[in-house]
């Protein structure tokens, strides 16, 4: 490739509309183009780059006897119908009518598509286990696409699916795609990504890890141990809060608390400490709007997705009390009155003793509130976040909390789906079974972004050469002499039969195309100018800037061909 | 692979409804399963063929220095509106609104993605010419898909876009892309395939060419002239009818045709030949339902895609008379009462005489119409179809007429897109031009289909070793037998280092076997047995039954390695 001609300008300006590192140099070097909000062209180093990352996942799902398929993006409604997932996602899947008045939708995900084809195919036991993914486009109509490739609404994805006669059987083979998923951000050149148990979400199912990308940017927050290896989503984790403060049990006061709606300044106020609140959120249910009112101790946080996950519903904050019974700012769980919503109680209040709470009573809250006495009959569930300064609930340890960014996930999927769809299978004795379902996914684009998001440096993105979008890069700083300007090309043209090579052929500053070979990235940059040549010379620069040495024409390939190696075998190794 | 574990079960039985060779062998061998009308999922087999087309037309585009991009499936309406196309084209452009209720379509195919792309990267003549592709998924809302992969709805496509900055530029590029594509089919097998001048249709620009495959089951009809190679499709095909019968010009007379309506009664009942008739055929634009009337000469047919042309609009037959002055089956070009009408003269009636036609009265017509005398100041154009026994307007000899499947086209579009998109460059002398454009398609999976229709025997395909799934297909016949199998099963692993090999291990019948590897169509088979192993021998036969010899163990590998070089070679040559 000539830089002269490769298509995708390359520009100095920071983007006014990019904070993320990946989507910045994404810009600026040339990779991608937005058309719409979410949804980006691929320019050709980018599509390079793509086809790599692909290339290397589809060697590893080979790896693991995955058969690639081919499912549609366009989905017949009747397909989401039989899962039940065309009514219970929301307007992330986008639906549409074809021109015969049809429901259809575009693919978001493929487990209804996975089981529609192999239903028909897998009706004996023999068949069993086997696992087939396809690499293809998807589209989720994201209400908050953002970070260039991190979050989009339409992305190149591999899926895989796969089907076991046992839960053991399912379990091992989910092992083994484990495996598979972490030697794949190996060899992709990603290295700090750690594997953390996740919520199942839409999927359904029973067990799901995510992997994340460990990266300050990252929109998840991550719980993890280092003492035990305990890692989690914030959305599933689970920790030990500082221990209540114990005392003798007193009797209920009222308080008068003019204006005092928050935890802080109550505590305050009263001089307690938020520990020794209790705290509510209320929250209403997607289905039928009604109040879910959750209580949590005050210096605790209510996690959403715990929520969703005990009422079974999707939920929203509430923010419009005024079709409710709900006195905001002096909620409690003492005398609530609260027409037909769901209470929730977190594990945190249990056998709490003189606690101060909302009274239910504009401007007043109760203090010496004691659970076990003024509660009864209360169910206690998790529904609360892990926050700084709590313990590992399994070996006690100080937990620690950092931020990621998800480069794929699975899933034990259980029956859900097979059963919803009618798949089975003969077994041994003849008898008709339903077969158990796994689901491994990895977004394209978005790994390709967080390679930016580890291997760059102030002036561009450093490609790990196993997904660079070429191998080497020639610099021809002195177009205008021929004689230097011949011998670049005769070099481009003998390297090319070896590696993949793009060459500046551009008649321009030296600043200019190292600054464009910077934004390119690629790992091996061989400089041709005026006078390393007098002495028989090139330079040859690794892009990390780890090598920097002059070379002899003639050695030159030999040169790069160690180097490439050495490259690879210190990603794989 | 292993055939036990492989998806996709093969059958015996012929598909209800499917009737072109390729589809039925597409069911039967386990290589598409229907998901909705026109939508398919690909099973491994189709999916491994799919990406070595793929592989061999992403080597011929960057064979002609094509750069590998991805546009977006998802197309927001805007870029359609800037090309006019959101309006002009018609119910197979799937429309849609997204959760914010903006328009966006399915691409169907990528002009306008391709200028958006490009107009904010190429702003110099230096960046001139260029082509840009993608291989991806479409989407056309066909109301009538059929065959199997042949018509569909979703499909795999590459298409190429190529920016210049001349009409000569343009022209000589889209030769060198012709020429590309003629390597494509070669290197993928399919040898008969015809390139013939074709309609531009929606695309617009000047010159297009379609790639026929040639054969019964065609849904395209392809004129052909054997002397001087002029070949077209016959929605533009040009041609000389046969010569009209000169007379004495005649007097004009009226008489009376109760109930005859049409060309062969009338012809038969006043005694004249068909071609001493004047045909009248009615249609009406979409855009504004206006009727459009076409006079063509009796024993000719009026082609429906030059009408399209003539008028600049989609028609429809008109068959509603209701709301017209016209007299159904008595229509005449003499006296004809149209109010709002296109009236169209096609260029056989060009100074015809004594011509029998409607007399715009019910029951009545003309004899004795002179088009010269009675029909001034009309134009003449071609909106004829070709038809048997005429011919060839360049050397004279006679026309032949066959059917096609089209695998592919190209077209030189000019500027409608990059004018109408405000793409521009800056040329040498910093003048501010538009550059013009050539698009070039050809859909992937129809061309699989294609290999099947022209490589197959009565029990199934017959895949070119170029594109077929597997390389090798070893028959364990008795899988019983651990020798036999232990021996089977080396080999497996043996050839497998060097092919893509596929292996069947179940314990089943030769004969079910053999059936399965017909369908599978792996182009070399080895058969390991217990009978010929007792020579230390195995069977090695090709798909096509050319060759069928036994080979000493030791010698299999080089055996094959021979075998498939010469394949290659034959479809290189």
């Known amino acids: 490739m000539r830089v002269s001609q490769l298509l995708g300008e390359r520009y100095k300006e920071k983007p006014a509309d990019a904070s993320l590192i990946s989507h910045i140099f994404l810009l600026r070097g040339g990779y991608i183009r937005q058309v719409a909000s979410g949804i980006f062209s691929l320019l050709p180093p980018a599509q390079r780059v793509t086809r790599k990352i692909e290339e290397i996942i589809r060697q590893e799902m080979d790896r693991v006897g995955g058969q690639e398929v081919l499912f549609p993006v366009v989905l017949p409604a009747s397909l989401w119908e039989e899962s039940g997932r065309f ?21 978001m995900t493929h487990e209804e598509a996975a089981v529609h ?11 069993y286990p086997f696992m087939i993914y396809q690499i293809q486009t998807k589209f989720r109509d994201e209400p908050r696409s953002r970070g260039g490739l991190i979050r989009v ?43 953390i148990k996740s919520d199942t979400g839409m999927m359904g199912g029973s067990t799901a890890h995510e992997f994340m990308y460990i990266c300050d940017g990252g929109e998840d927050s991550i719980v993890y141990c280092e003492s035990c290896g305990y890692a989690a989503n914030m959305e599933v984790a689970v920790s030990t809060p500082p221990a209540p403060i114990v005392g003798e049990e007193k009797e209920i006061q009222e308080v008068h608390t003019p204006g005092i709606k928050d935890i802080e300044s109550l505590a305050e106020f009263l001089g307690v400490l938020p520990m020794q609140t209790i705290k509510a959120a209320v929250f209403a249910r997607k289905d039928n709007n009604k109040p879910v009112v959750v209580f949590v101790r005050g210096d605790l946080e209510v996690n959403e997705t715990k929520v969703t996950k005990v009422v079974k519903a ?4 509430l923010t419009d009390y005024s079709e409710s019974d709900l006195d905001f700012g002096f909620i409690g769980p003492v005398g609530l009155k609260a027409e037909g919503a769901e209470v929730i109680f977190d594990k945190s209040l249990d056998g709490l003793q003189n606690m101060v709470c909302g009274a239910n009573k504009t401007d007043y809250h109760l203090k010496n509130v004691s659970v076990p006495r003024d509660l009864k009959d209360v169910k206690f569930v998790d529904v609360a976040s892990v926050g700084e300064g709590h313990s590992c609930s399994f070996c006690g340890n100080p937990l620690k909390i950092t931020r990621g960014i998800e480069v794929g996930n699975i899933f034990q999927l259980g029956d859900k789906y097979t059963k919803s769809m009618n798949m089975t299978y003969l077994d041994q004795n003849g008898r008709l079974q339903t077969p158990i379902m796994g689901c491994y996914g990895i977004g394209v684009g978005r790994l390709l972004a967080c390679i930016i998001e580890e291997h760059h440096d102030q002036y561009g993105p450093i490609w790990p050469i196993t997904v660079a979008p070429w191998q080497v890069h020639i610099c021809i700083l002195n177009n205008n002499v021929e004689e230097v300007r011949n011998t670049g090309m005769d070099l481009y043209h003998k390297l090319g039969s070896k590696f993949e090579v793009i060459v500046d052929d551009r008649n321009v500053s030296a600043g200019f195309q190292l600054a464009d070979a910077d934004l390119i990235g690629v790992p091996v940059r061989v400089i041709v100018s005026k006078r390393n040549l007098e002495n028989g010379e090139v330079e040859v620069v690794t892009r990390d800037k780890s090598t920097k040495v002059n070379v002899k024409l003639e050695e030159v390939e030999a040169f790069i061909s160690d180097l490439i190696a050495k490259m690879e075998a210190e990603i794989n190794s």
Chains 1, 2 share one sequence.
Not at 87 to 107: A, C, H, I
């Open 117 to 127: 084809l192999a239903r028909g195919e897998a009706k004996s036991y023999t068949k």
């Open 153 to 195: 609404r339409e992305f190149t994805m591999k899926d895989a699916y796969s089907f076991h006669t046992s839960q053991e059987d399912l379990e091992s083979y989910y092992d083994e795609v484990l495996d598979a998923y972490v030697r794949i951000y190996k060899r992709a050149g990603l290295g700090n990504v750690k594997v």
């Open 314 to 317: 999707e939920i929203y904050p």
């Open 87 to 107: 009514q219970s996602v929301g307007s992330e899947l986008l639906r549409f009518k074809d021109r015969t008045g049809q429901d259809f939708v575009l693919g």
